[in-house]
């Protein structure tokens, strides 16, 4: 590992074993992701706490995989079961949405050689990069492996299977907190599909306590967008069917009504990411988009974030679903370093 790498967690195995492994490896990083949900929600252990012991039946009920996994996570990291169960519902159990990201998923005639690309620059508060690890699994009951993006601690994040599925994520404000699912444990089980059309079913199937925007792309080509709500979700179509681009502010006619425009500017980032997109359509690469995620130009509605309401790009991905290859940046878009990684059961 470098410095400009983040921490690479490999766990392979049953559920439990997976969780055990990596509270093993990422034990010193995972007290620290719980010290910084304790300072960013402001709120205490055991509130918190109590707070996601209240969502362990909709979790348990959609996966007792992803609950095994968790039981070996408080195990590997020595932290109790309750606080392995938070870095689950980190924004549920203390009922705040944070992030300001800019996403993509694109085909056809927008990339150079017709194949899908998809990704996003994940915009949080800085602190988040100090307690981000890419997490590889491979479980050995069927589930297919997968690399993500995450917290230390946290089972579910972006990332890719070896199926090609991937899946990025926009914050989405507006919509009230409802008892229902966290966002994460889905992350997970996406990635554990064929298609994208699995992950919008499963999506469609689940409820969730807070609404969100899902990127999706897969190994056969397909791109998809989820807006998702406690009440439903509904389907983005761009105005070109291979180009789907979204920030921070609902898009779909199902949810518009909802939109505050409290994230002042997401609609100028979602509108120079558009113009960057066009200005390299048909000849877009993955290096193009590097360059897109590093944009400035549009200041203050560049794509690439340096404080602005509080938010840095504090990491990217790329997704070539067709090659199963995952490229990840460590920093922000204009100077981070890249590397790039195989998915597969090998």
């Not at 609950?67 to 079961?81: D, H, K, M, N, P």
């Not at 870095?87 to 996403?103: H, L, V």
């Not at 994040?157 to 070896?162: D, L, Q």
């Not at 067709?322 to 890249?338: A, D, P, Q, T």
Request: glycine share 10%.
């Amino acid at each position: 590992m470098t410095t400009q790498s983040f921490p690479m967690v490999e766990v392979s195995g049953d559920a439990y074993s997976m969780g055990h492994q990596h509270g093993e490896q990422a034990g010193n990083l995972v007290h620290r992701y719980l010290s910084w949900i304790d300072r960013i929600t402001g709120q205490s252990r055991d509130v918190l706490c109590a707070n996601a012991l209240a969502i362990l039946p909709q979790m348990e009920a959609l996966s007792p995989a992803f609950i095994q996994e968790v039981r070996g996570l408080a195990e590997g990291a020595r932290i109790s079961f309750e606080e392995a169960l938070l870095c689950q519902a980190r924004a549920e159990a203390s009922k705040t949405r944070e992030g300001g990201c800019s996403a993509f998923a694109l085909s056809g005639e927008a990339t150079a050689d017709g194949r899908p690309l998809a990704g996003q620059n994940q915009d949080l508060e800085a602190e988040y990069g100090d307690v981000s690890i890419l997490l590889k699994v491979k479980p050995n009951d069927g589930r297919p492996a997968a690399l993500m993006f995450t917290f230390a601690g946290q089972l579910g994040y972006a990332g890719m299977n070896e199926h090609g599925v991937a899946h990025f994520a926009n914050a989405l404000y507006d919509a009230p907190w409802q008892p229902a699912l966290p966002h994460y444990p889905l992350k997970r089980l996406m990635l554990e599909q064929k298609t994208v059309g699995d992950c919008v079913s499963l999506l469609r199937e689940n409820r969730t306590c807070s609404a969100a925007n899902v990127v999706l792309a897969d190994g056969e080509g397909s791109i998809g967008d989820v807006e998702v709500r406690p009440d439903g979700i509904a389907l983005f179509k761009d105005t070109h069917e291979d180009a789907l681009l979204h920030t921070n502010h609902y898009l779909t006619s199902e949810y518009l009504d909802f939109e505050t425009h409290s994230l002042a500017d997401s609609a100028p980032r979602l509108s120079r990411l558009g113009v960057l997109i066009r200005e390299a359509w048909g000849q877009i690469t993955v290096d193009v988009l590097k360059d897109i995620l590093a944009d400035h130009e549009g200041d203050p509605a560049g794509i690439c974030r340096h404080g602005a309401v509080n938010m840095h790009s504090i990491s990217g991905y790329i997704a070539e679903p067709s090659k199963r290859l995952f490229h990840v940046r460590r920093g922000h878009g204009c100077l981070g370093s890249w590397e790039t990684h195989e998915v597969s059961r090998n």
